[in-house]
């Protein structure tokens, strides 16, 4: 894969390929489930304890092979099926022993990288394994290209299996077969813990063969049989990142198709994505450009889209979101989003509620019928229902150091461009002014106002910014000449340069020293000439 992160831990569909081996697996509600781990052991085993608690753990050692990777896991099944018989004996009963508890019946395994593996597949394969009495049931299928894989080498006549031949150890006629292994078995546990203490490495990779138990089954009278697949994808392996491109795909368009056949629209199924864990409802509809991630559930009726991305985010009845990126939020019953609205963790929208454009929401609860329109952050907020907060308002949340709450009440309607410094209310019904910055609590039915008296200043920009086309439109529609409104001084000084341009002689002002004049200290202790210090 060329990456830091271990393959079964690329995700499809919102989940690892590990993932999905194990939902498969669980899907047969199996006494226990082991996970063979060696690459990247401690993201292996970190990733297993978070989606499967419950699953055991077994580390294969340096030897290769996939052979030796179920020889360990054997050891930790047995283990495992002791340890709850020695439970079992320090209950009242019998005394016994566990030494010779050993993990009886089916034995089915499962390869980490096949990540489209379902479980409807893997229950035929365990039934026809029961109903036939098979030692080994193989799953197999055909390819056009079967390079790279074990060949199924089968007994003329009846069919069964006579062995698995690697790529690289097939004869040019054998590679000719089109039949695959799978690399997914169901074993009678008792054939397979004694042909696993018998396999060797002589092979060309050096490996210990999982493949080499079927031919050793079969030496010894079981029957060894496969059940054909005639989905090749079911079984397809990811090796490189082409080819999990090629399966997220393919995945995605069978969800999506299945989503289609419950009553579900989806305009653009090249431009739609969905989750395995996605929740669909009857008559949503997904318009292009939509991403559903996560535990996302959309209700009946709901629409969702275009180019919007959710992830674990709940999307009520009837209700629209347009243009729209969110992540753990609750849009309620026929409430308004987008577009291009940030609905970030903690928000709650209310039925019949809207959150507008270019609005961002964190950790806000807006009531039922209130309407957030435009340009605005709600954070850390609570608003009642019915209410309407202006366009371009702030809740200004962060003093630096801690995050504070602003609520407003039922019925409020808050002016344009309001800031509301938290922690701060405003009461039911209450009105705030365009422009206000809230500090304090506004009462219930009260206006809050903050801004001062607007004060015009005549003339300012043709003083100011004399030359400019504003300053020529203000003339233009009968605005102040340049020489209105100033000072006389000022007016005198534009009356003596343009003087001066006419050439007419001009009094120049009186010169002035360029230092001033010194003044003679005062002689100390003289009546007249003696300061006070206190009078001073």
């Known amino acids: 894969m060329r990456s830091a992160t271990p393959k079964v831990l690329h995700t499809l569909a919102g989940r690892s390929m590990l993932g999905h081996a194990l939902a498969s697996a669980q899907a047969l509600e199996p006494g226990r489930v082991v996970v063979v781990i060696r690459h990247e052991r401690e993201k292996v085993a970190a990733h297993v304890a978070e989606i499967a608690p419950d699953a055991l753990l077994a580390d294969q050692d340096a030897i290769p092979g996939t052979g030796r990777a179920v020889q360990v896991a054997m050891t930790r099944l047995d283990a495992a099926a002791q340890a709850g018989a020695v439970v079992a004996l320090d209950q009242p009963g019998e005394a016994g022993s566990a030494s010779g508890v050993l993990v009886e019946g089916a034995v089915v395994v499962i390869a980490g990288d096949v990540p489209l593996l379902d479980a409807g597949t893997l229950g035929e394969l365990l039934a026809a394994h029961h109903a036939d009495g098979n030692a080994v049931t193989v799953l197999t299928t055909e390819l056009q290209d079967a390079t790279g894989y074990g060949r199924i080498l089968r007994e003329p006549g009846t069919g069964d299996v006579l062995g698995i031949v690697e790529h690289k150890d097939a004869s040019d006629e054998q590679r000719e077969i089109r039949e695959i292994n799978s690399s997914i078995y169901v074993f009678d546990a008792g054939v397979l813990r004694g042909a696993l203490g018998r396999l060797g490495r002589d092979n060309a990779q050096g490996e210990v063969y999982l493949t080499d138990v079927l031919a050793i089954a079969r030496g010894d009278g079981g029957h060894v049989r496969a059940l054909r697949t005639e989905d090749p994808f079911v079984v397809e392996g990811v090796n490189d990142r082409v080819q999990l491109s090629a399966l997220r795909a393919e995945l995605n368009r069978r969800l999506l198709e299945d989503w289609?056949?419950?009553?579900?629209?989806?305009?653009?199924?090249?431009?739609?994505?969905?989750?395995?864990?996605?929740?669909?409802?009857?008559?949503?509809?997904?318009?292009?450009?939509?991403?559903?991630?996560?535990?996302?559930?959309?209700?009946?009726?709901?629409?969702?889209?275009?180019?919007?991305?959710?992830?674990?985010?709940?999307?009520?009845?009837?209700?629209?979101?347009?243009?729209?990126?969110?992540?753990?939020?609750?849009?309620?019953?026929?409430?308004?989003?987008?577009?291009?609205?940030?609905?970030?963790?903690?928000?709650?929208?209310?039925?019949?509620?809207?959150?507008?454009?270019?609005?961002?929401?964190?950790?806000?609860?807006?009531?039922?019928?209130?309407?957030?329109?435009?340009?605005?952050?709600?954070?850390?907020?609570?608003?009642?229902?019915?209410?309407?907060?202006?366009?371009?308002?702030?809740?200004?949340?962060?003093?630096?150091?801690?995050?504070?709450?602003?609520?407003?009440?039922?019925?409020?309607?808050?002016?344009?461009?309001?800031?509301?410094?938290?922690?701060?209310?405003?009461?039911?019904?209450?009105?705030?002014?365009?422009?206000?910055?809230?500090?304090?609590?506004?009462?219930?039915?009260?206006?809050?106002?903050?801004?001062?008296?607007?004060?015009?200043?005549?003339?300012?920009?043709?003083?100011?910014?004399?030359?400019?086309?504003?300053?020529?439109?203000?003339?233009?529609?009968?605005?102040?000449?340049?020489?209105?409104?100033?000072?006389?001084?000022?007016?005198?000084?534009?009356?003596?340069?343009?003087?001066?341009?006419?050439?007419?002689?001009?009094?120049?002002?009186?010169?002035?020293?360029?230092?001033?004049?010194?003044?003679?200290?005062?002689?100390?202790?003289?009546?007249?000439?003696?300061?006070?210090?206190?009078?001073?």
């Open 260 to 536: 289609m056949r419950e009553g579900v629209t989806v305009v653009d199924p090249a431009t739609t994505w969905v989750d395995v864990d996605v929740e669909l409802e009857q008559d949503v509809t997904l318009l292009p450009g939509t991403q559903l991630h996560g535990a996302t559930v959309v209700r009946s009726g709901a629409t969702v889209g275009p180019d919007t991305t959710l992830t674990d985010v709940e999307v009520g009845p009837g209700a629209t979101v347009t243009r729209t990126h969110g992540s753990l939020a609750v849009i309620g019953e026929k409430a308004s989003v987008g577009p291009y609205a940030y609905l970030r963790p903690g928000t709650v929208l209310g039925r019949k509620g809207k959150i507008g454009t270019f609005v961002e929401t964190k950790n806000a609860q807006i009531g039922e019928g209130s309407k957030v329109p435009h340009l605005s952050y709600i954070g850390d907020a609570t608003i009642g229902d019915h209410s309407n907060v202006g366009a371009a308002s702030v809740t200004v949340n962060y003093d630096g150091v801690n995050k504070h709450r602003t609520t407003i009440g039922s019925h409020a309607r808050t002016g344009a461009d309001n800031m509301f410094v938290a922690p701060v209310t405003v009461g039911d019904g209450a009105y705030t002014g365009a422009g206000s910055v809230i500090r304090r609590d506004v009462p219930a039915g009260a206006l809050g106002v903050s801004a001062g008296a607007q004060r015009n200043i005549e003339g300012w920009v043709v003083r100011s910014r004399a030359g400019t086309p504003a300053a020529q439109a203000a003339q233009r529609a009968g605005g102040p000449t340049p020489s209105d409104e100033l000072s006389p001084q000022a007016r005198a000084e534009l009356q003596r340069a343009a003087t001066a341009a006419r050439g007419i002689p001009v009094t120049p002002p009186p010169s002035l020293p360029d230092q001033p004049a010194h003044l003679s200290e005062p002689e100390r202790g003289s009546g007249s000439g003696s300061t006070d210090s206190k009078d001073a």
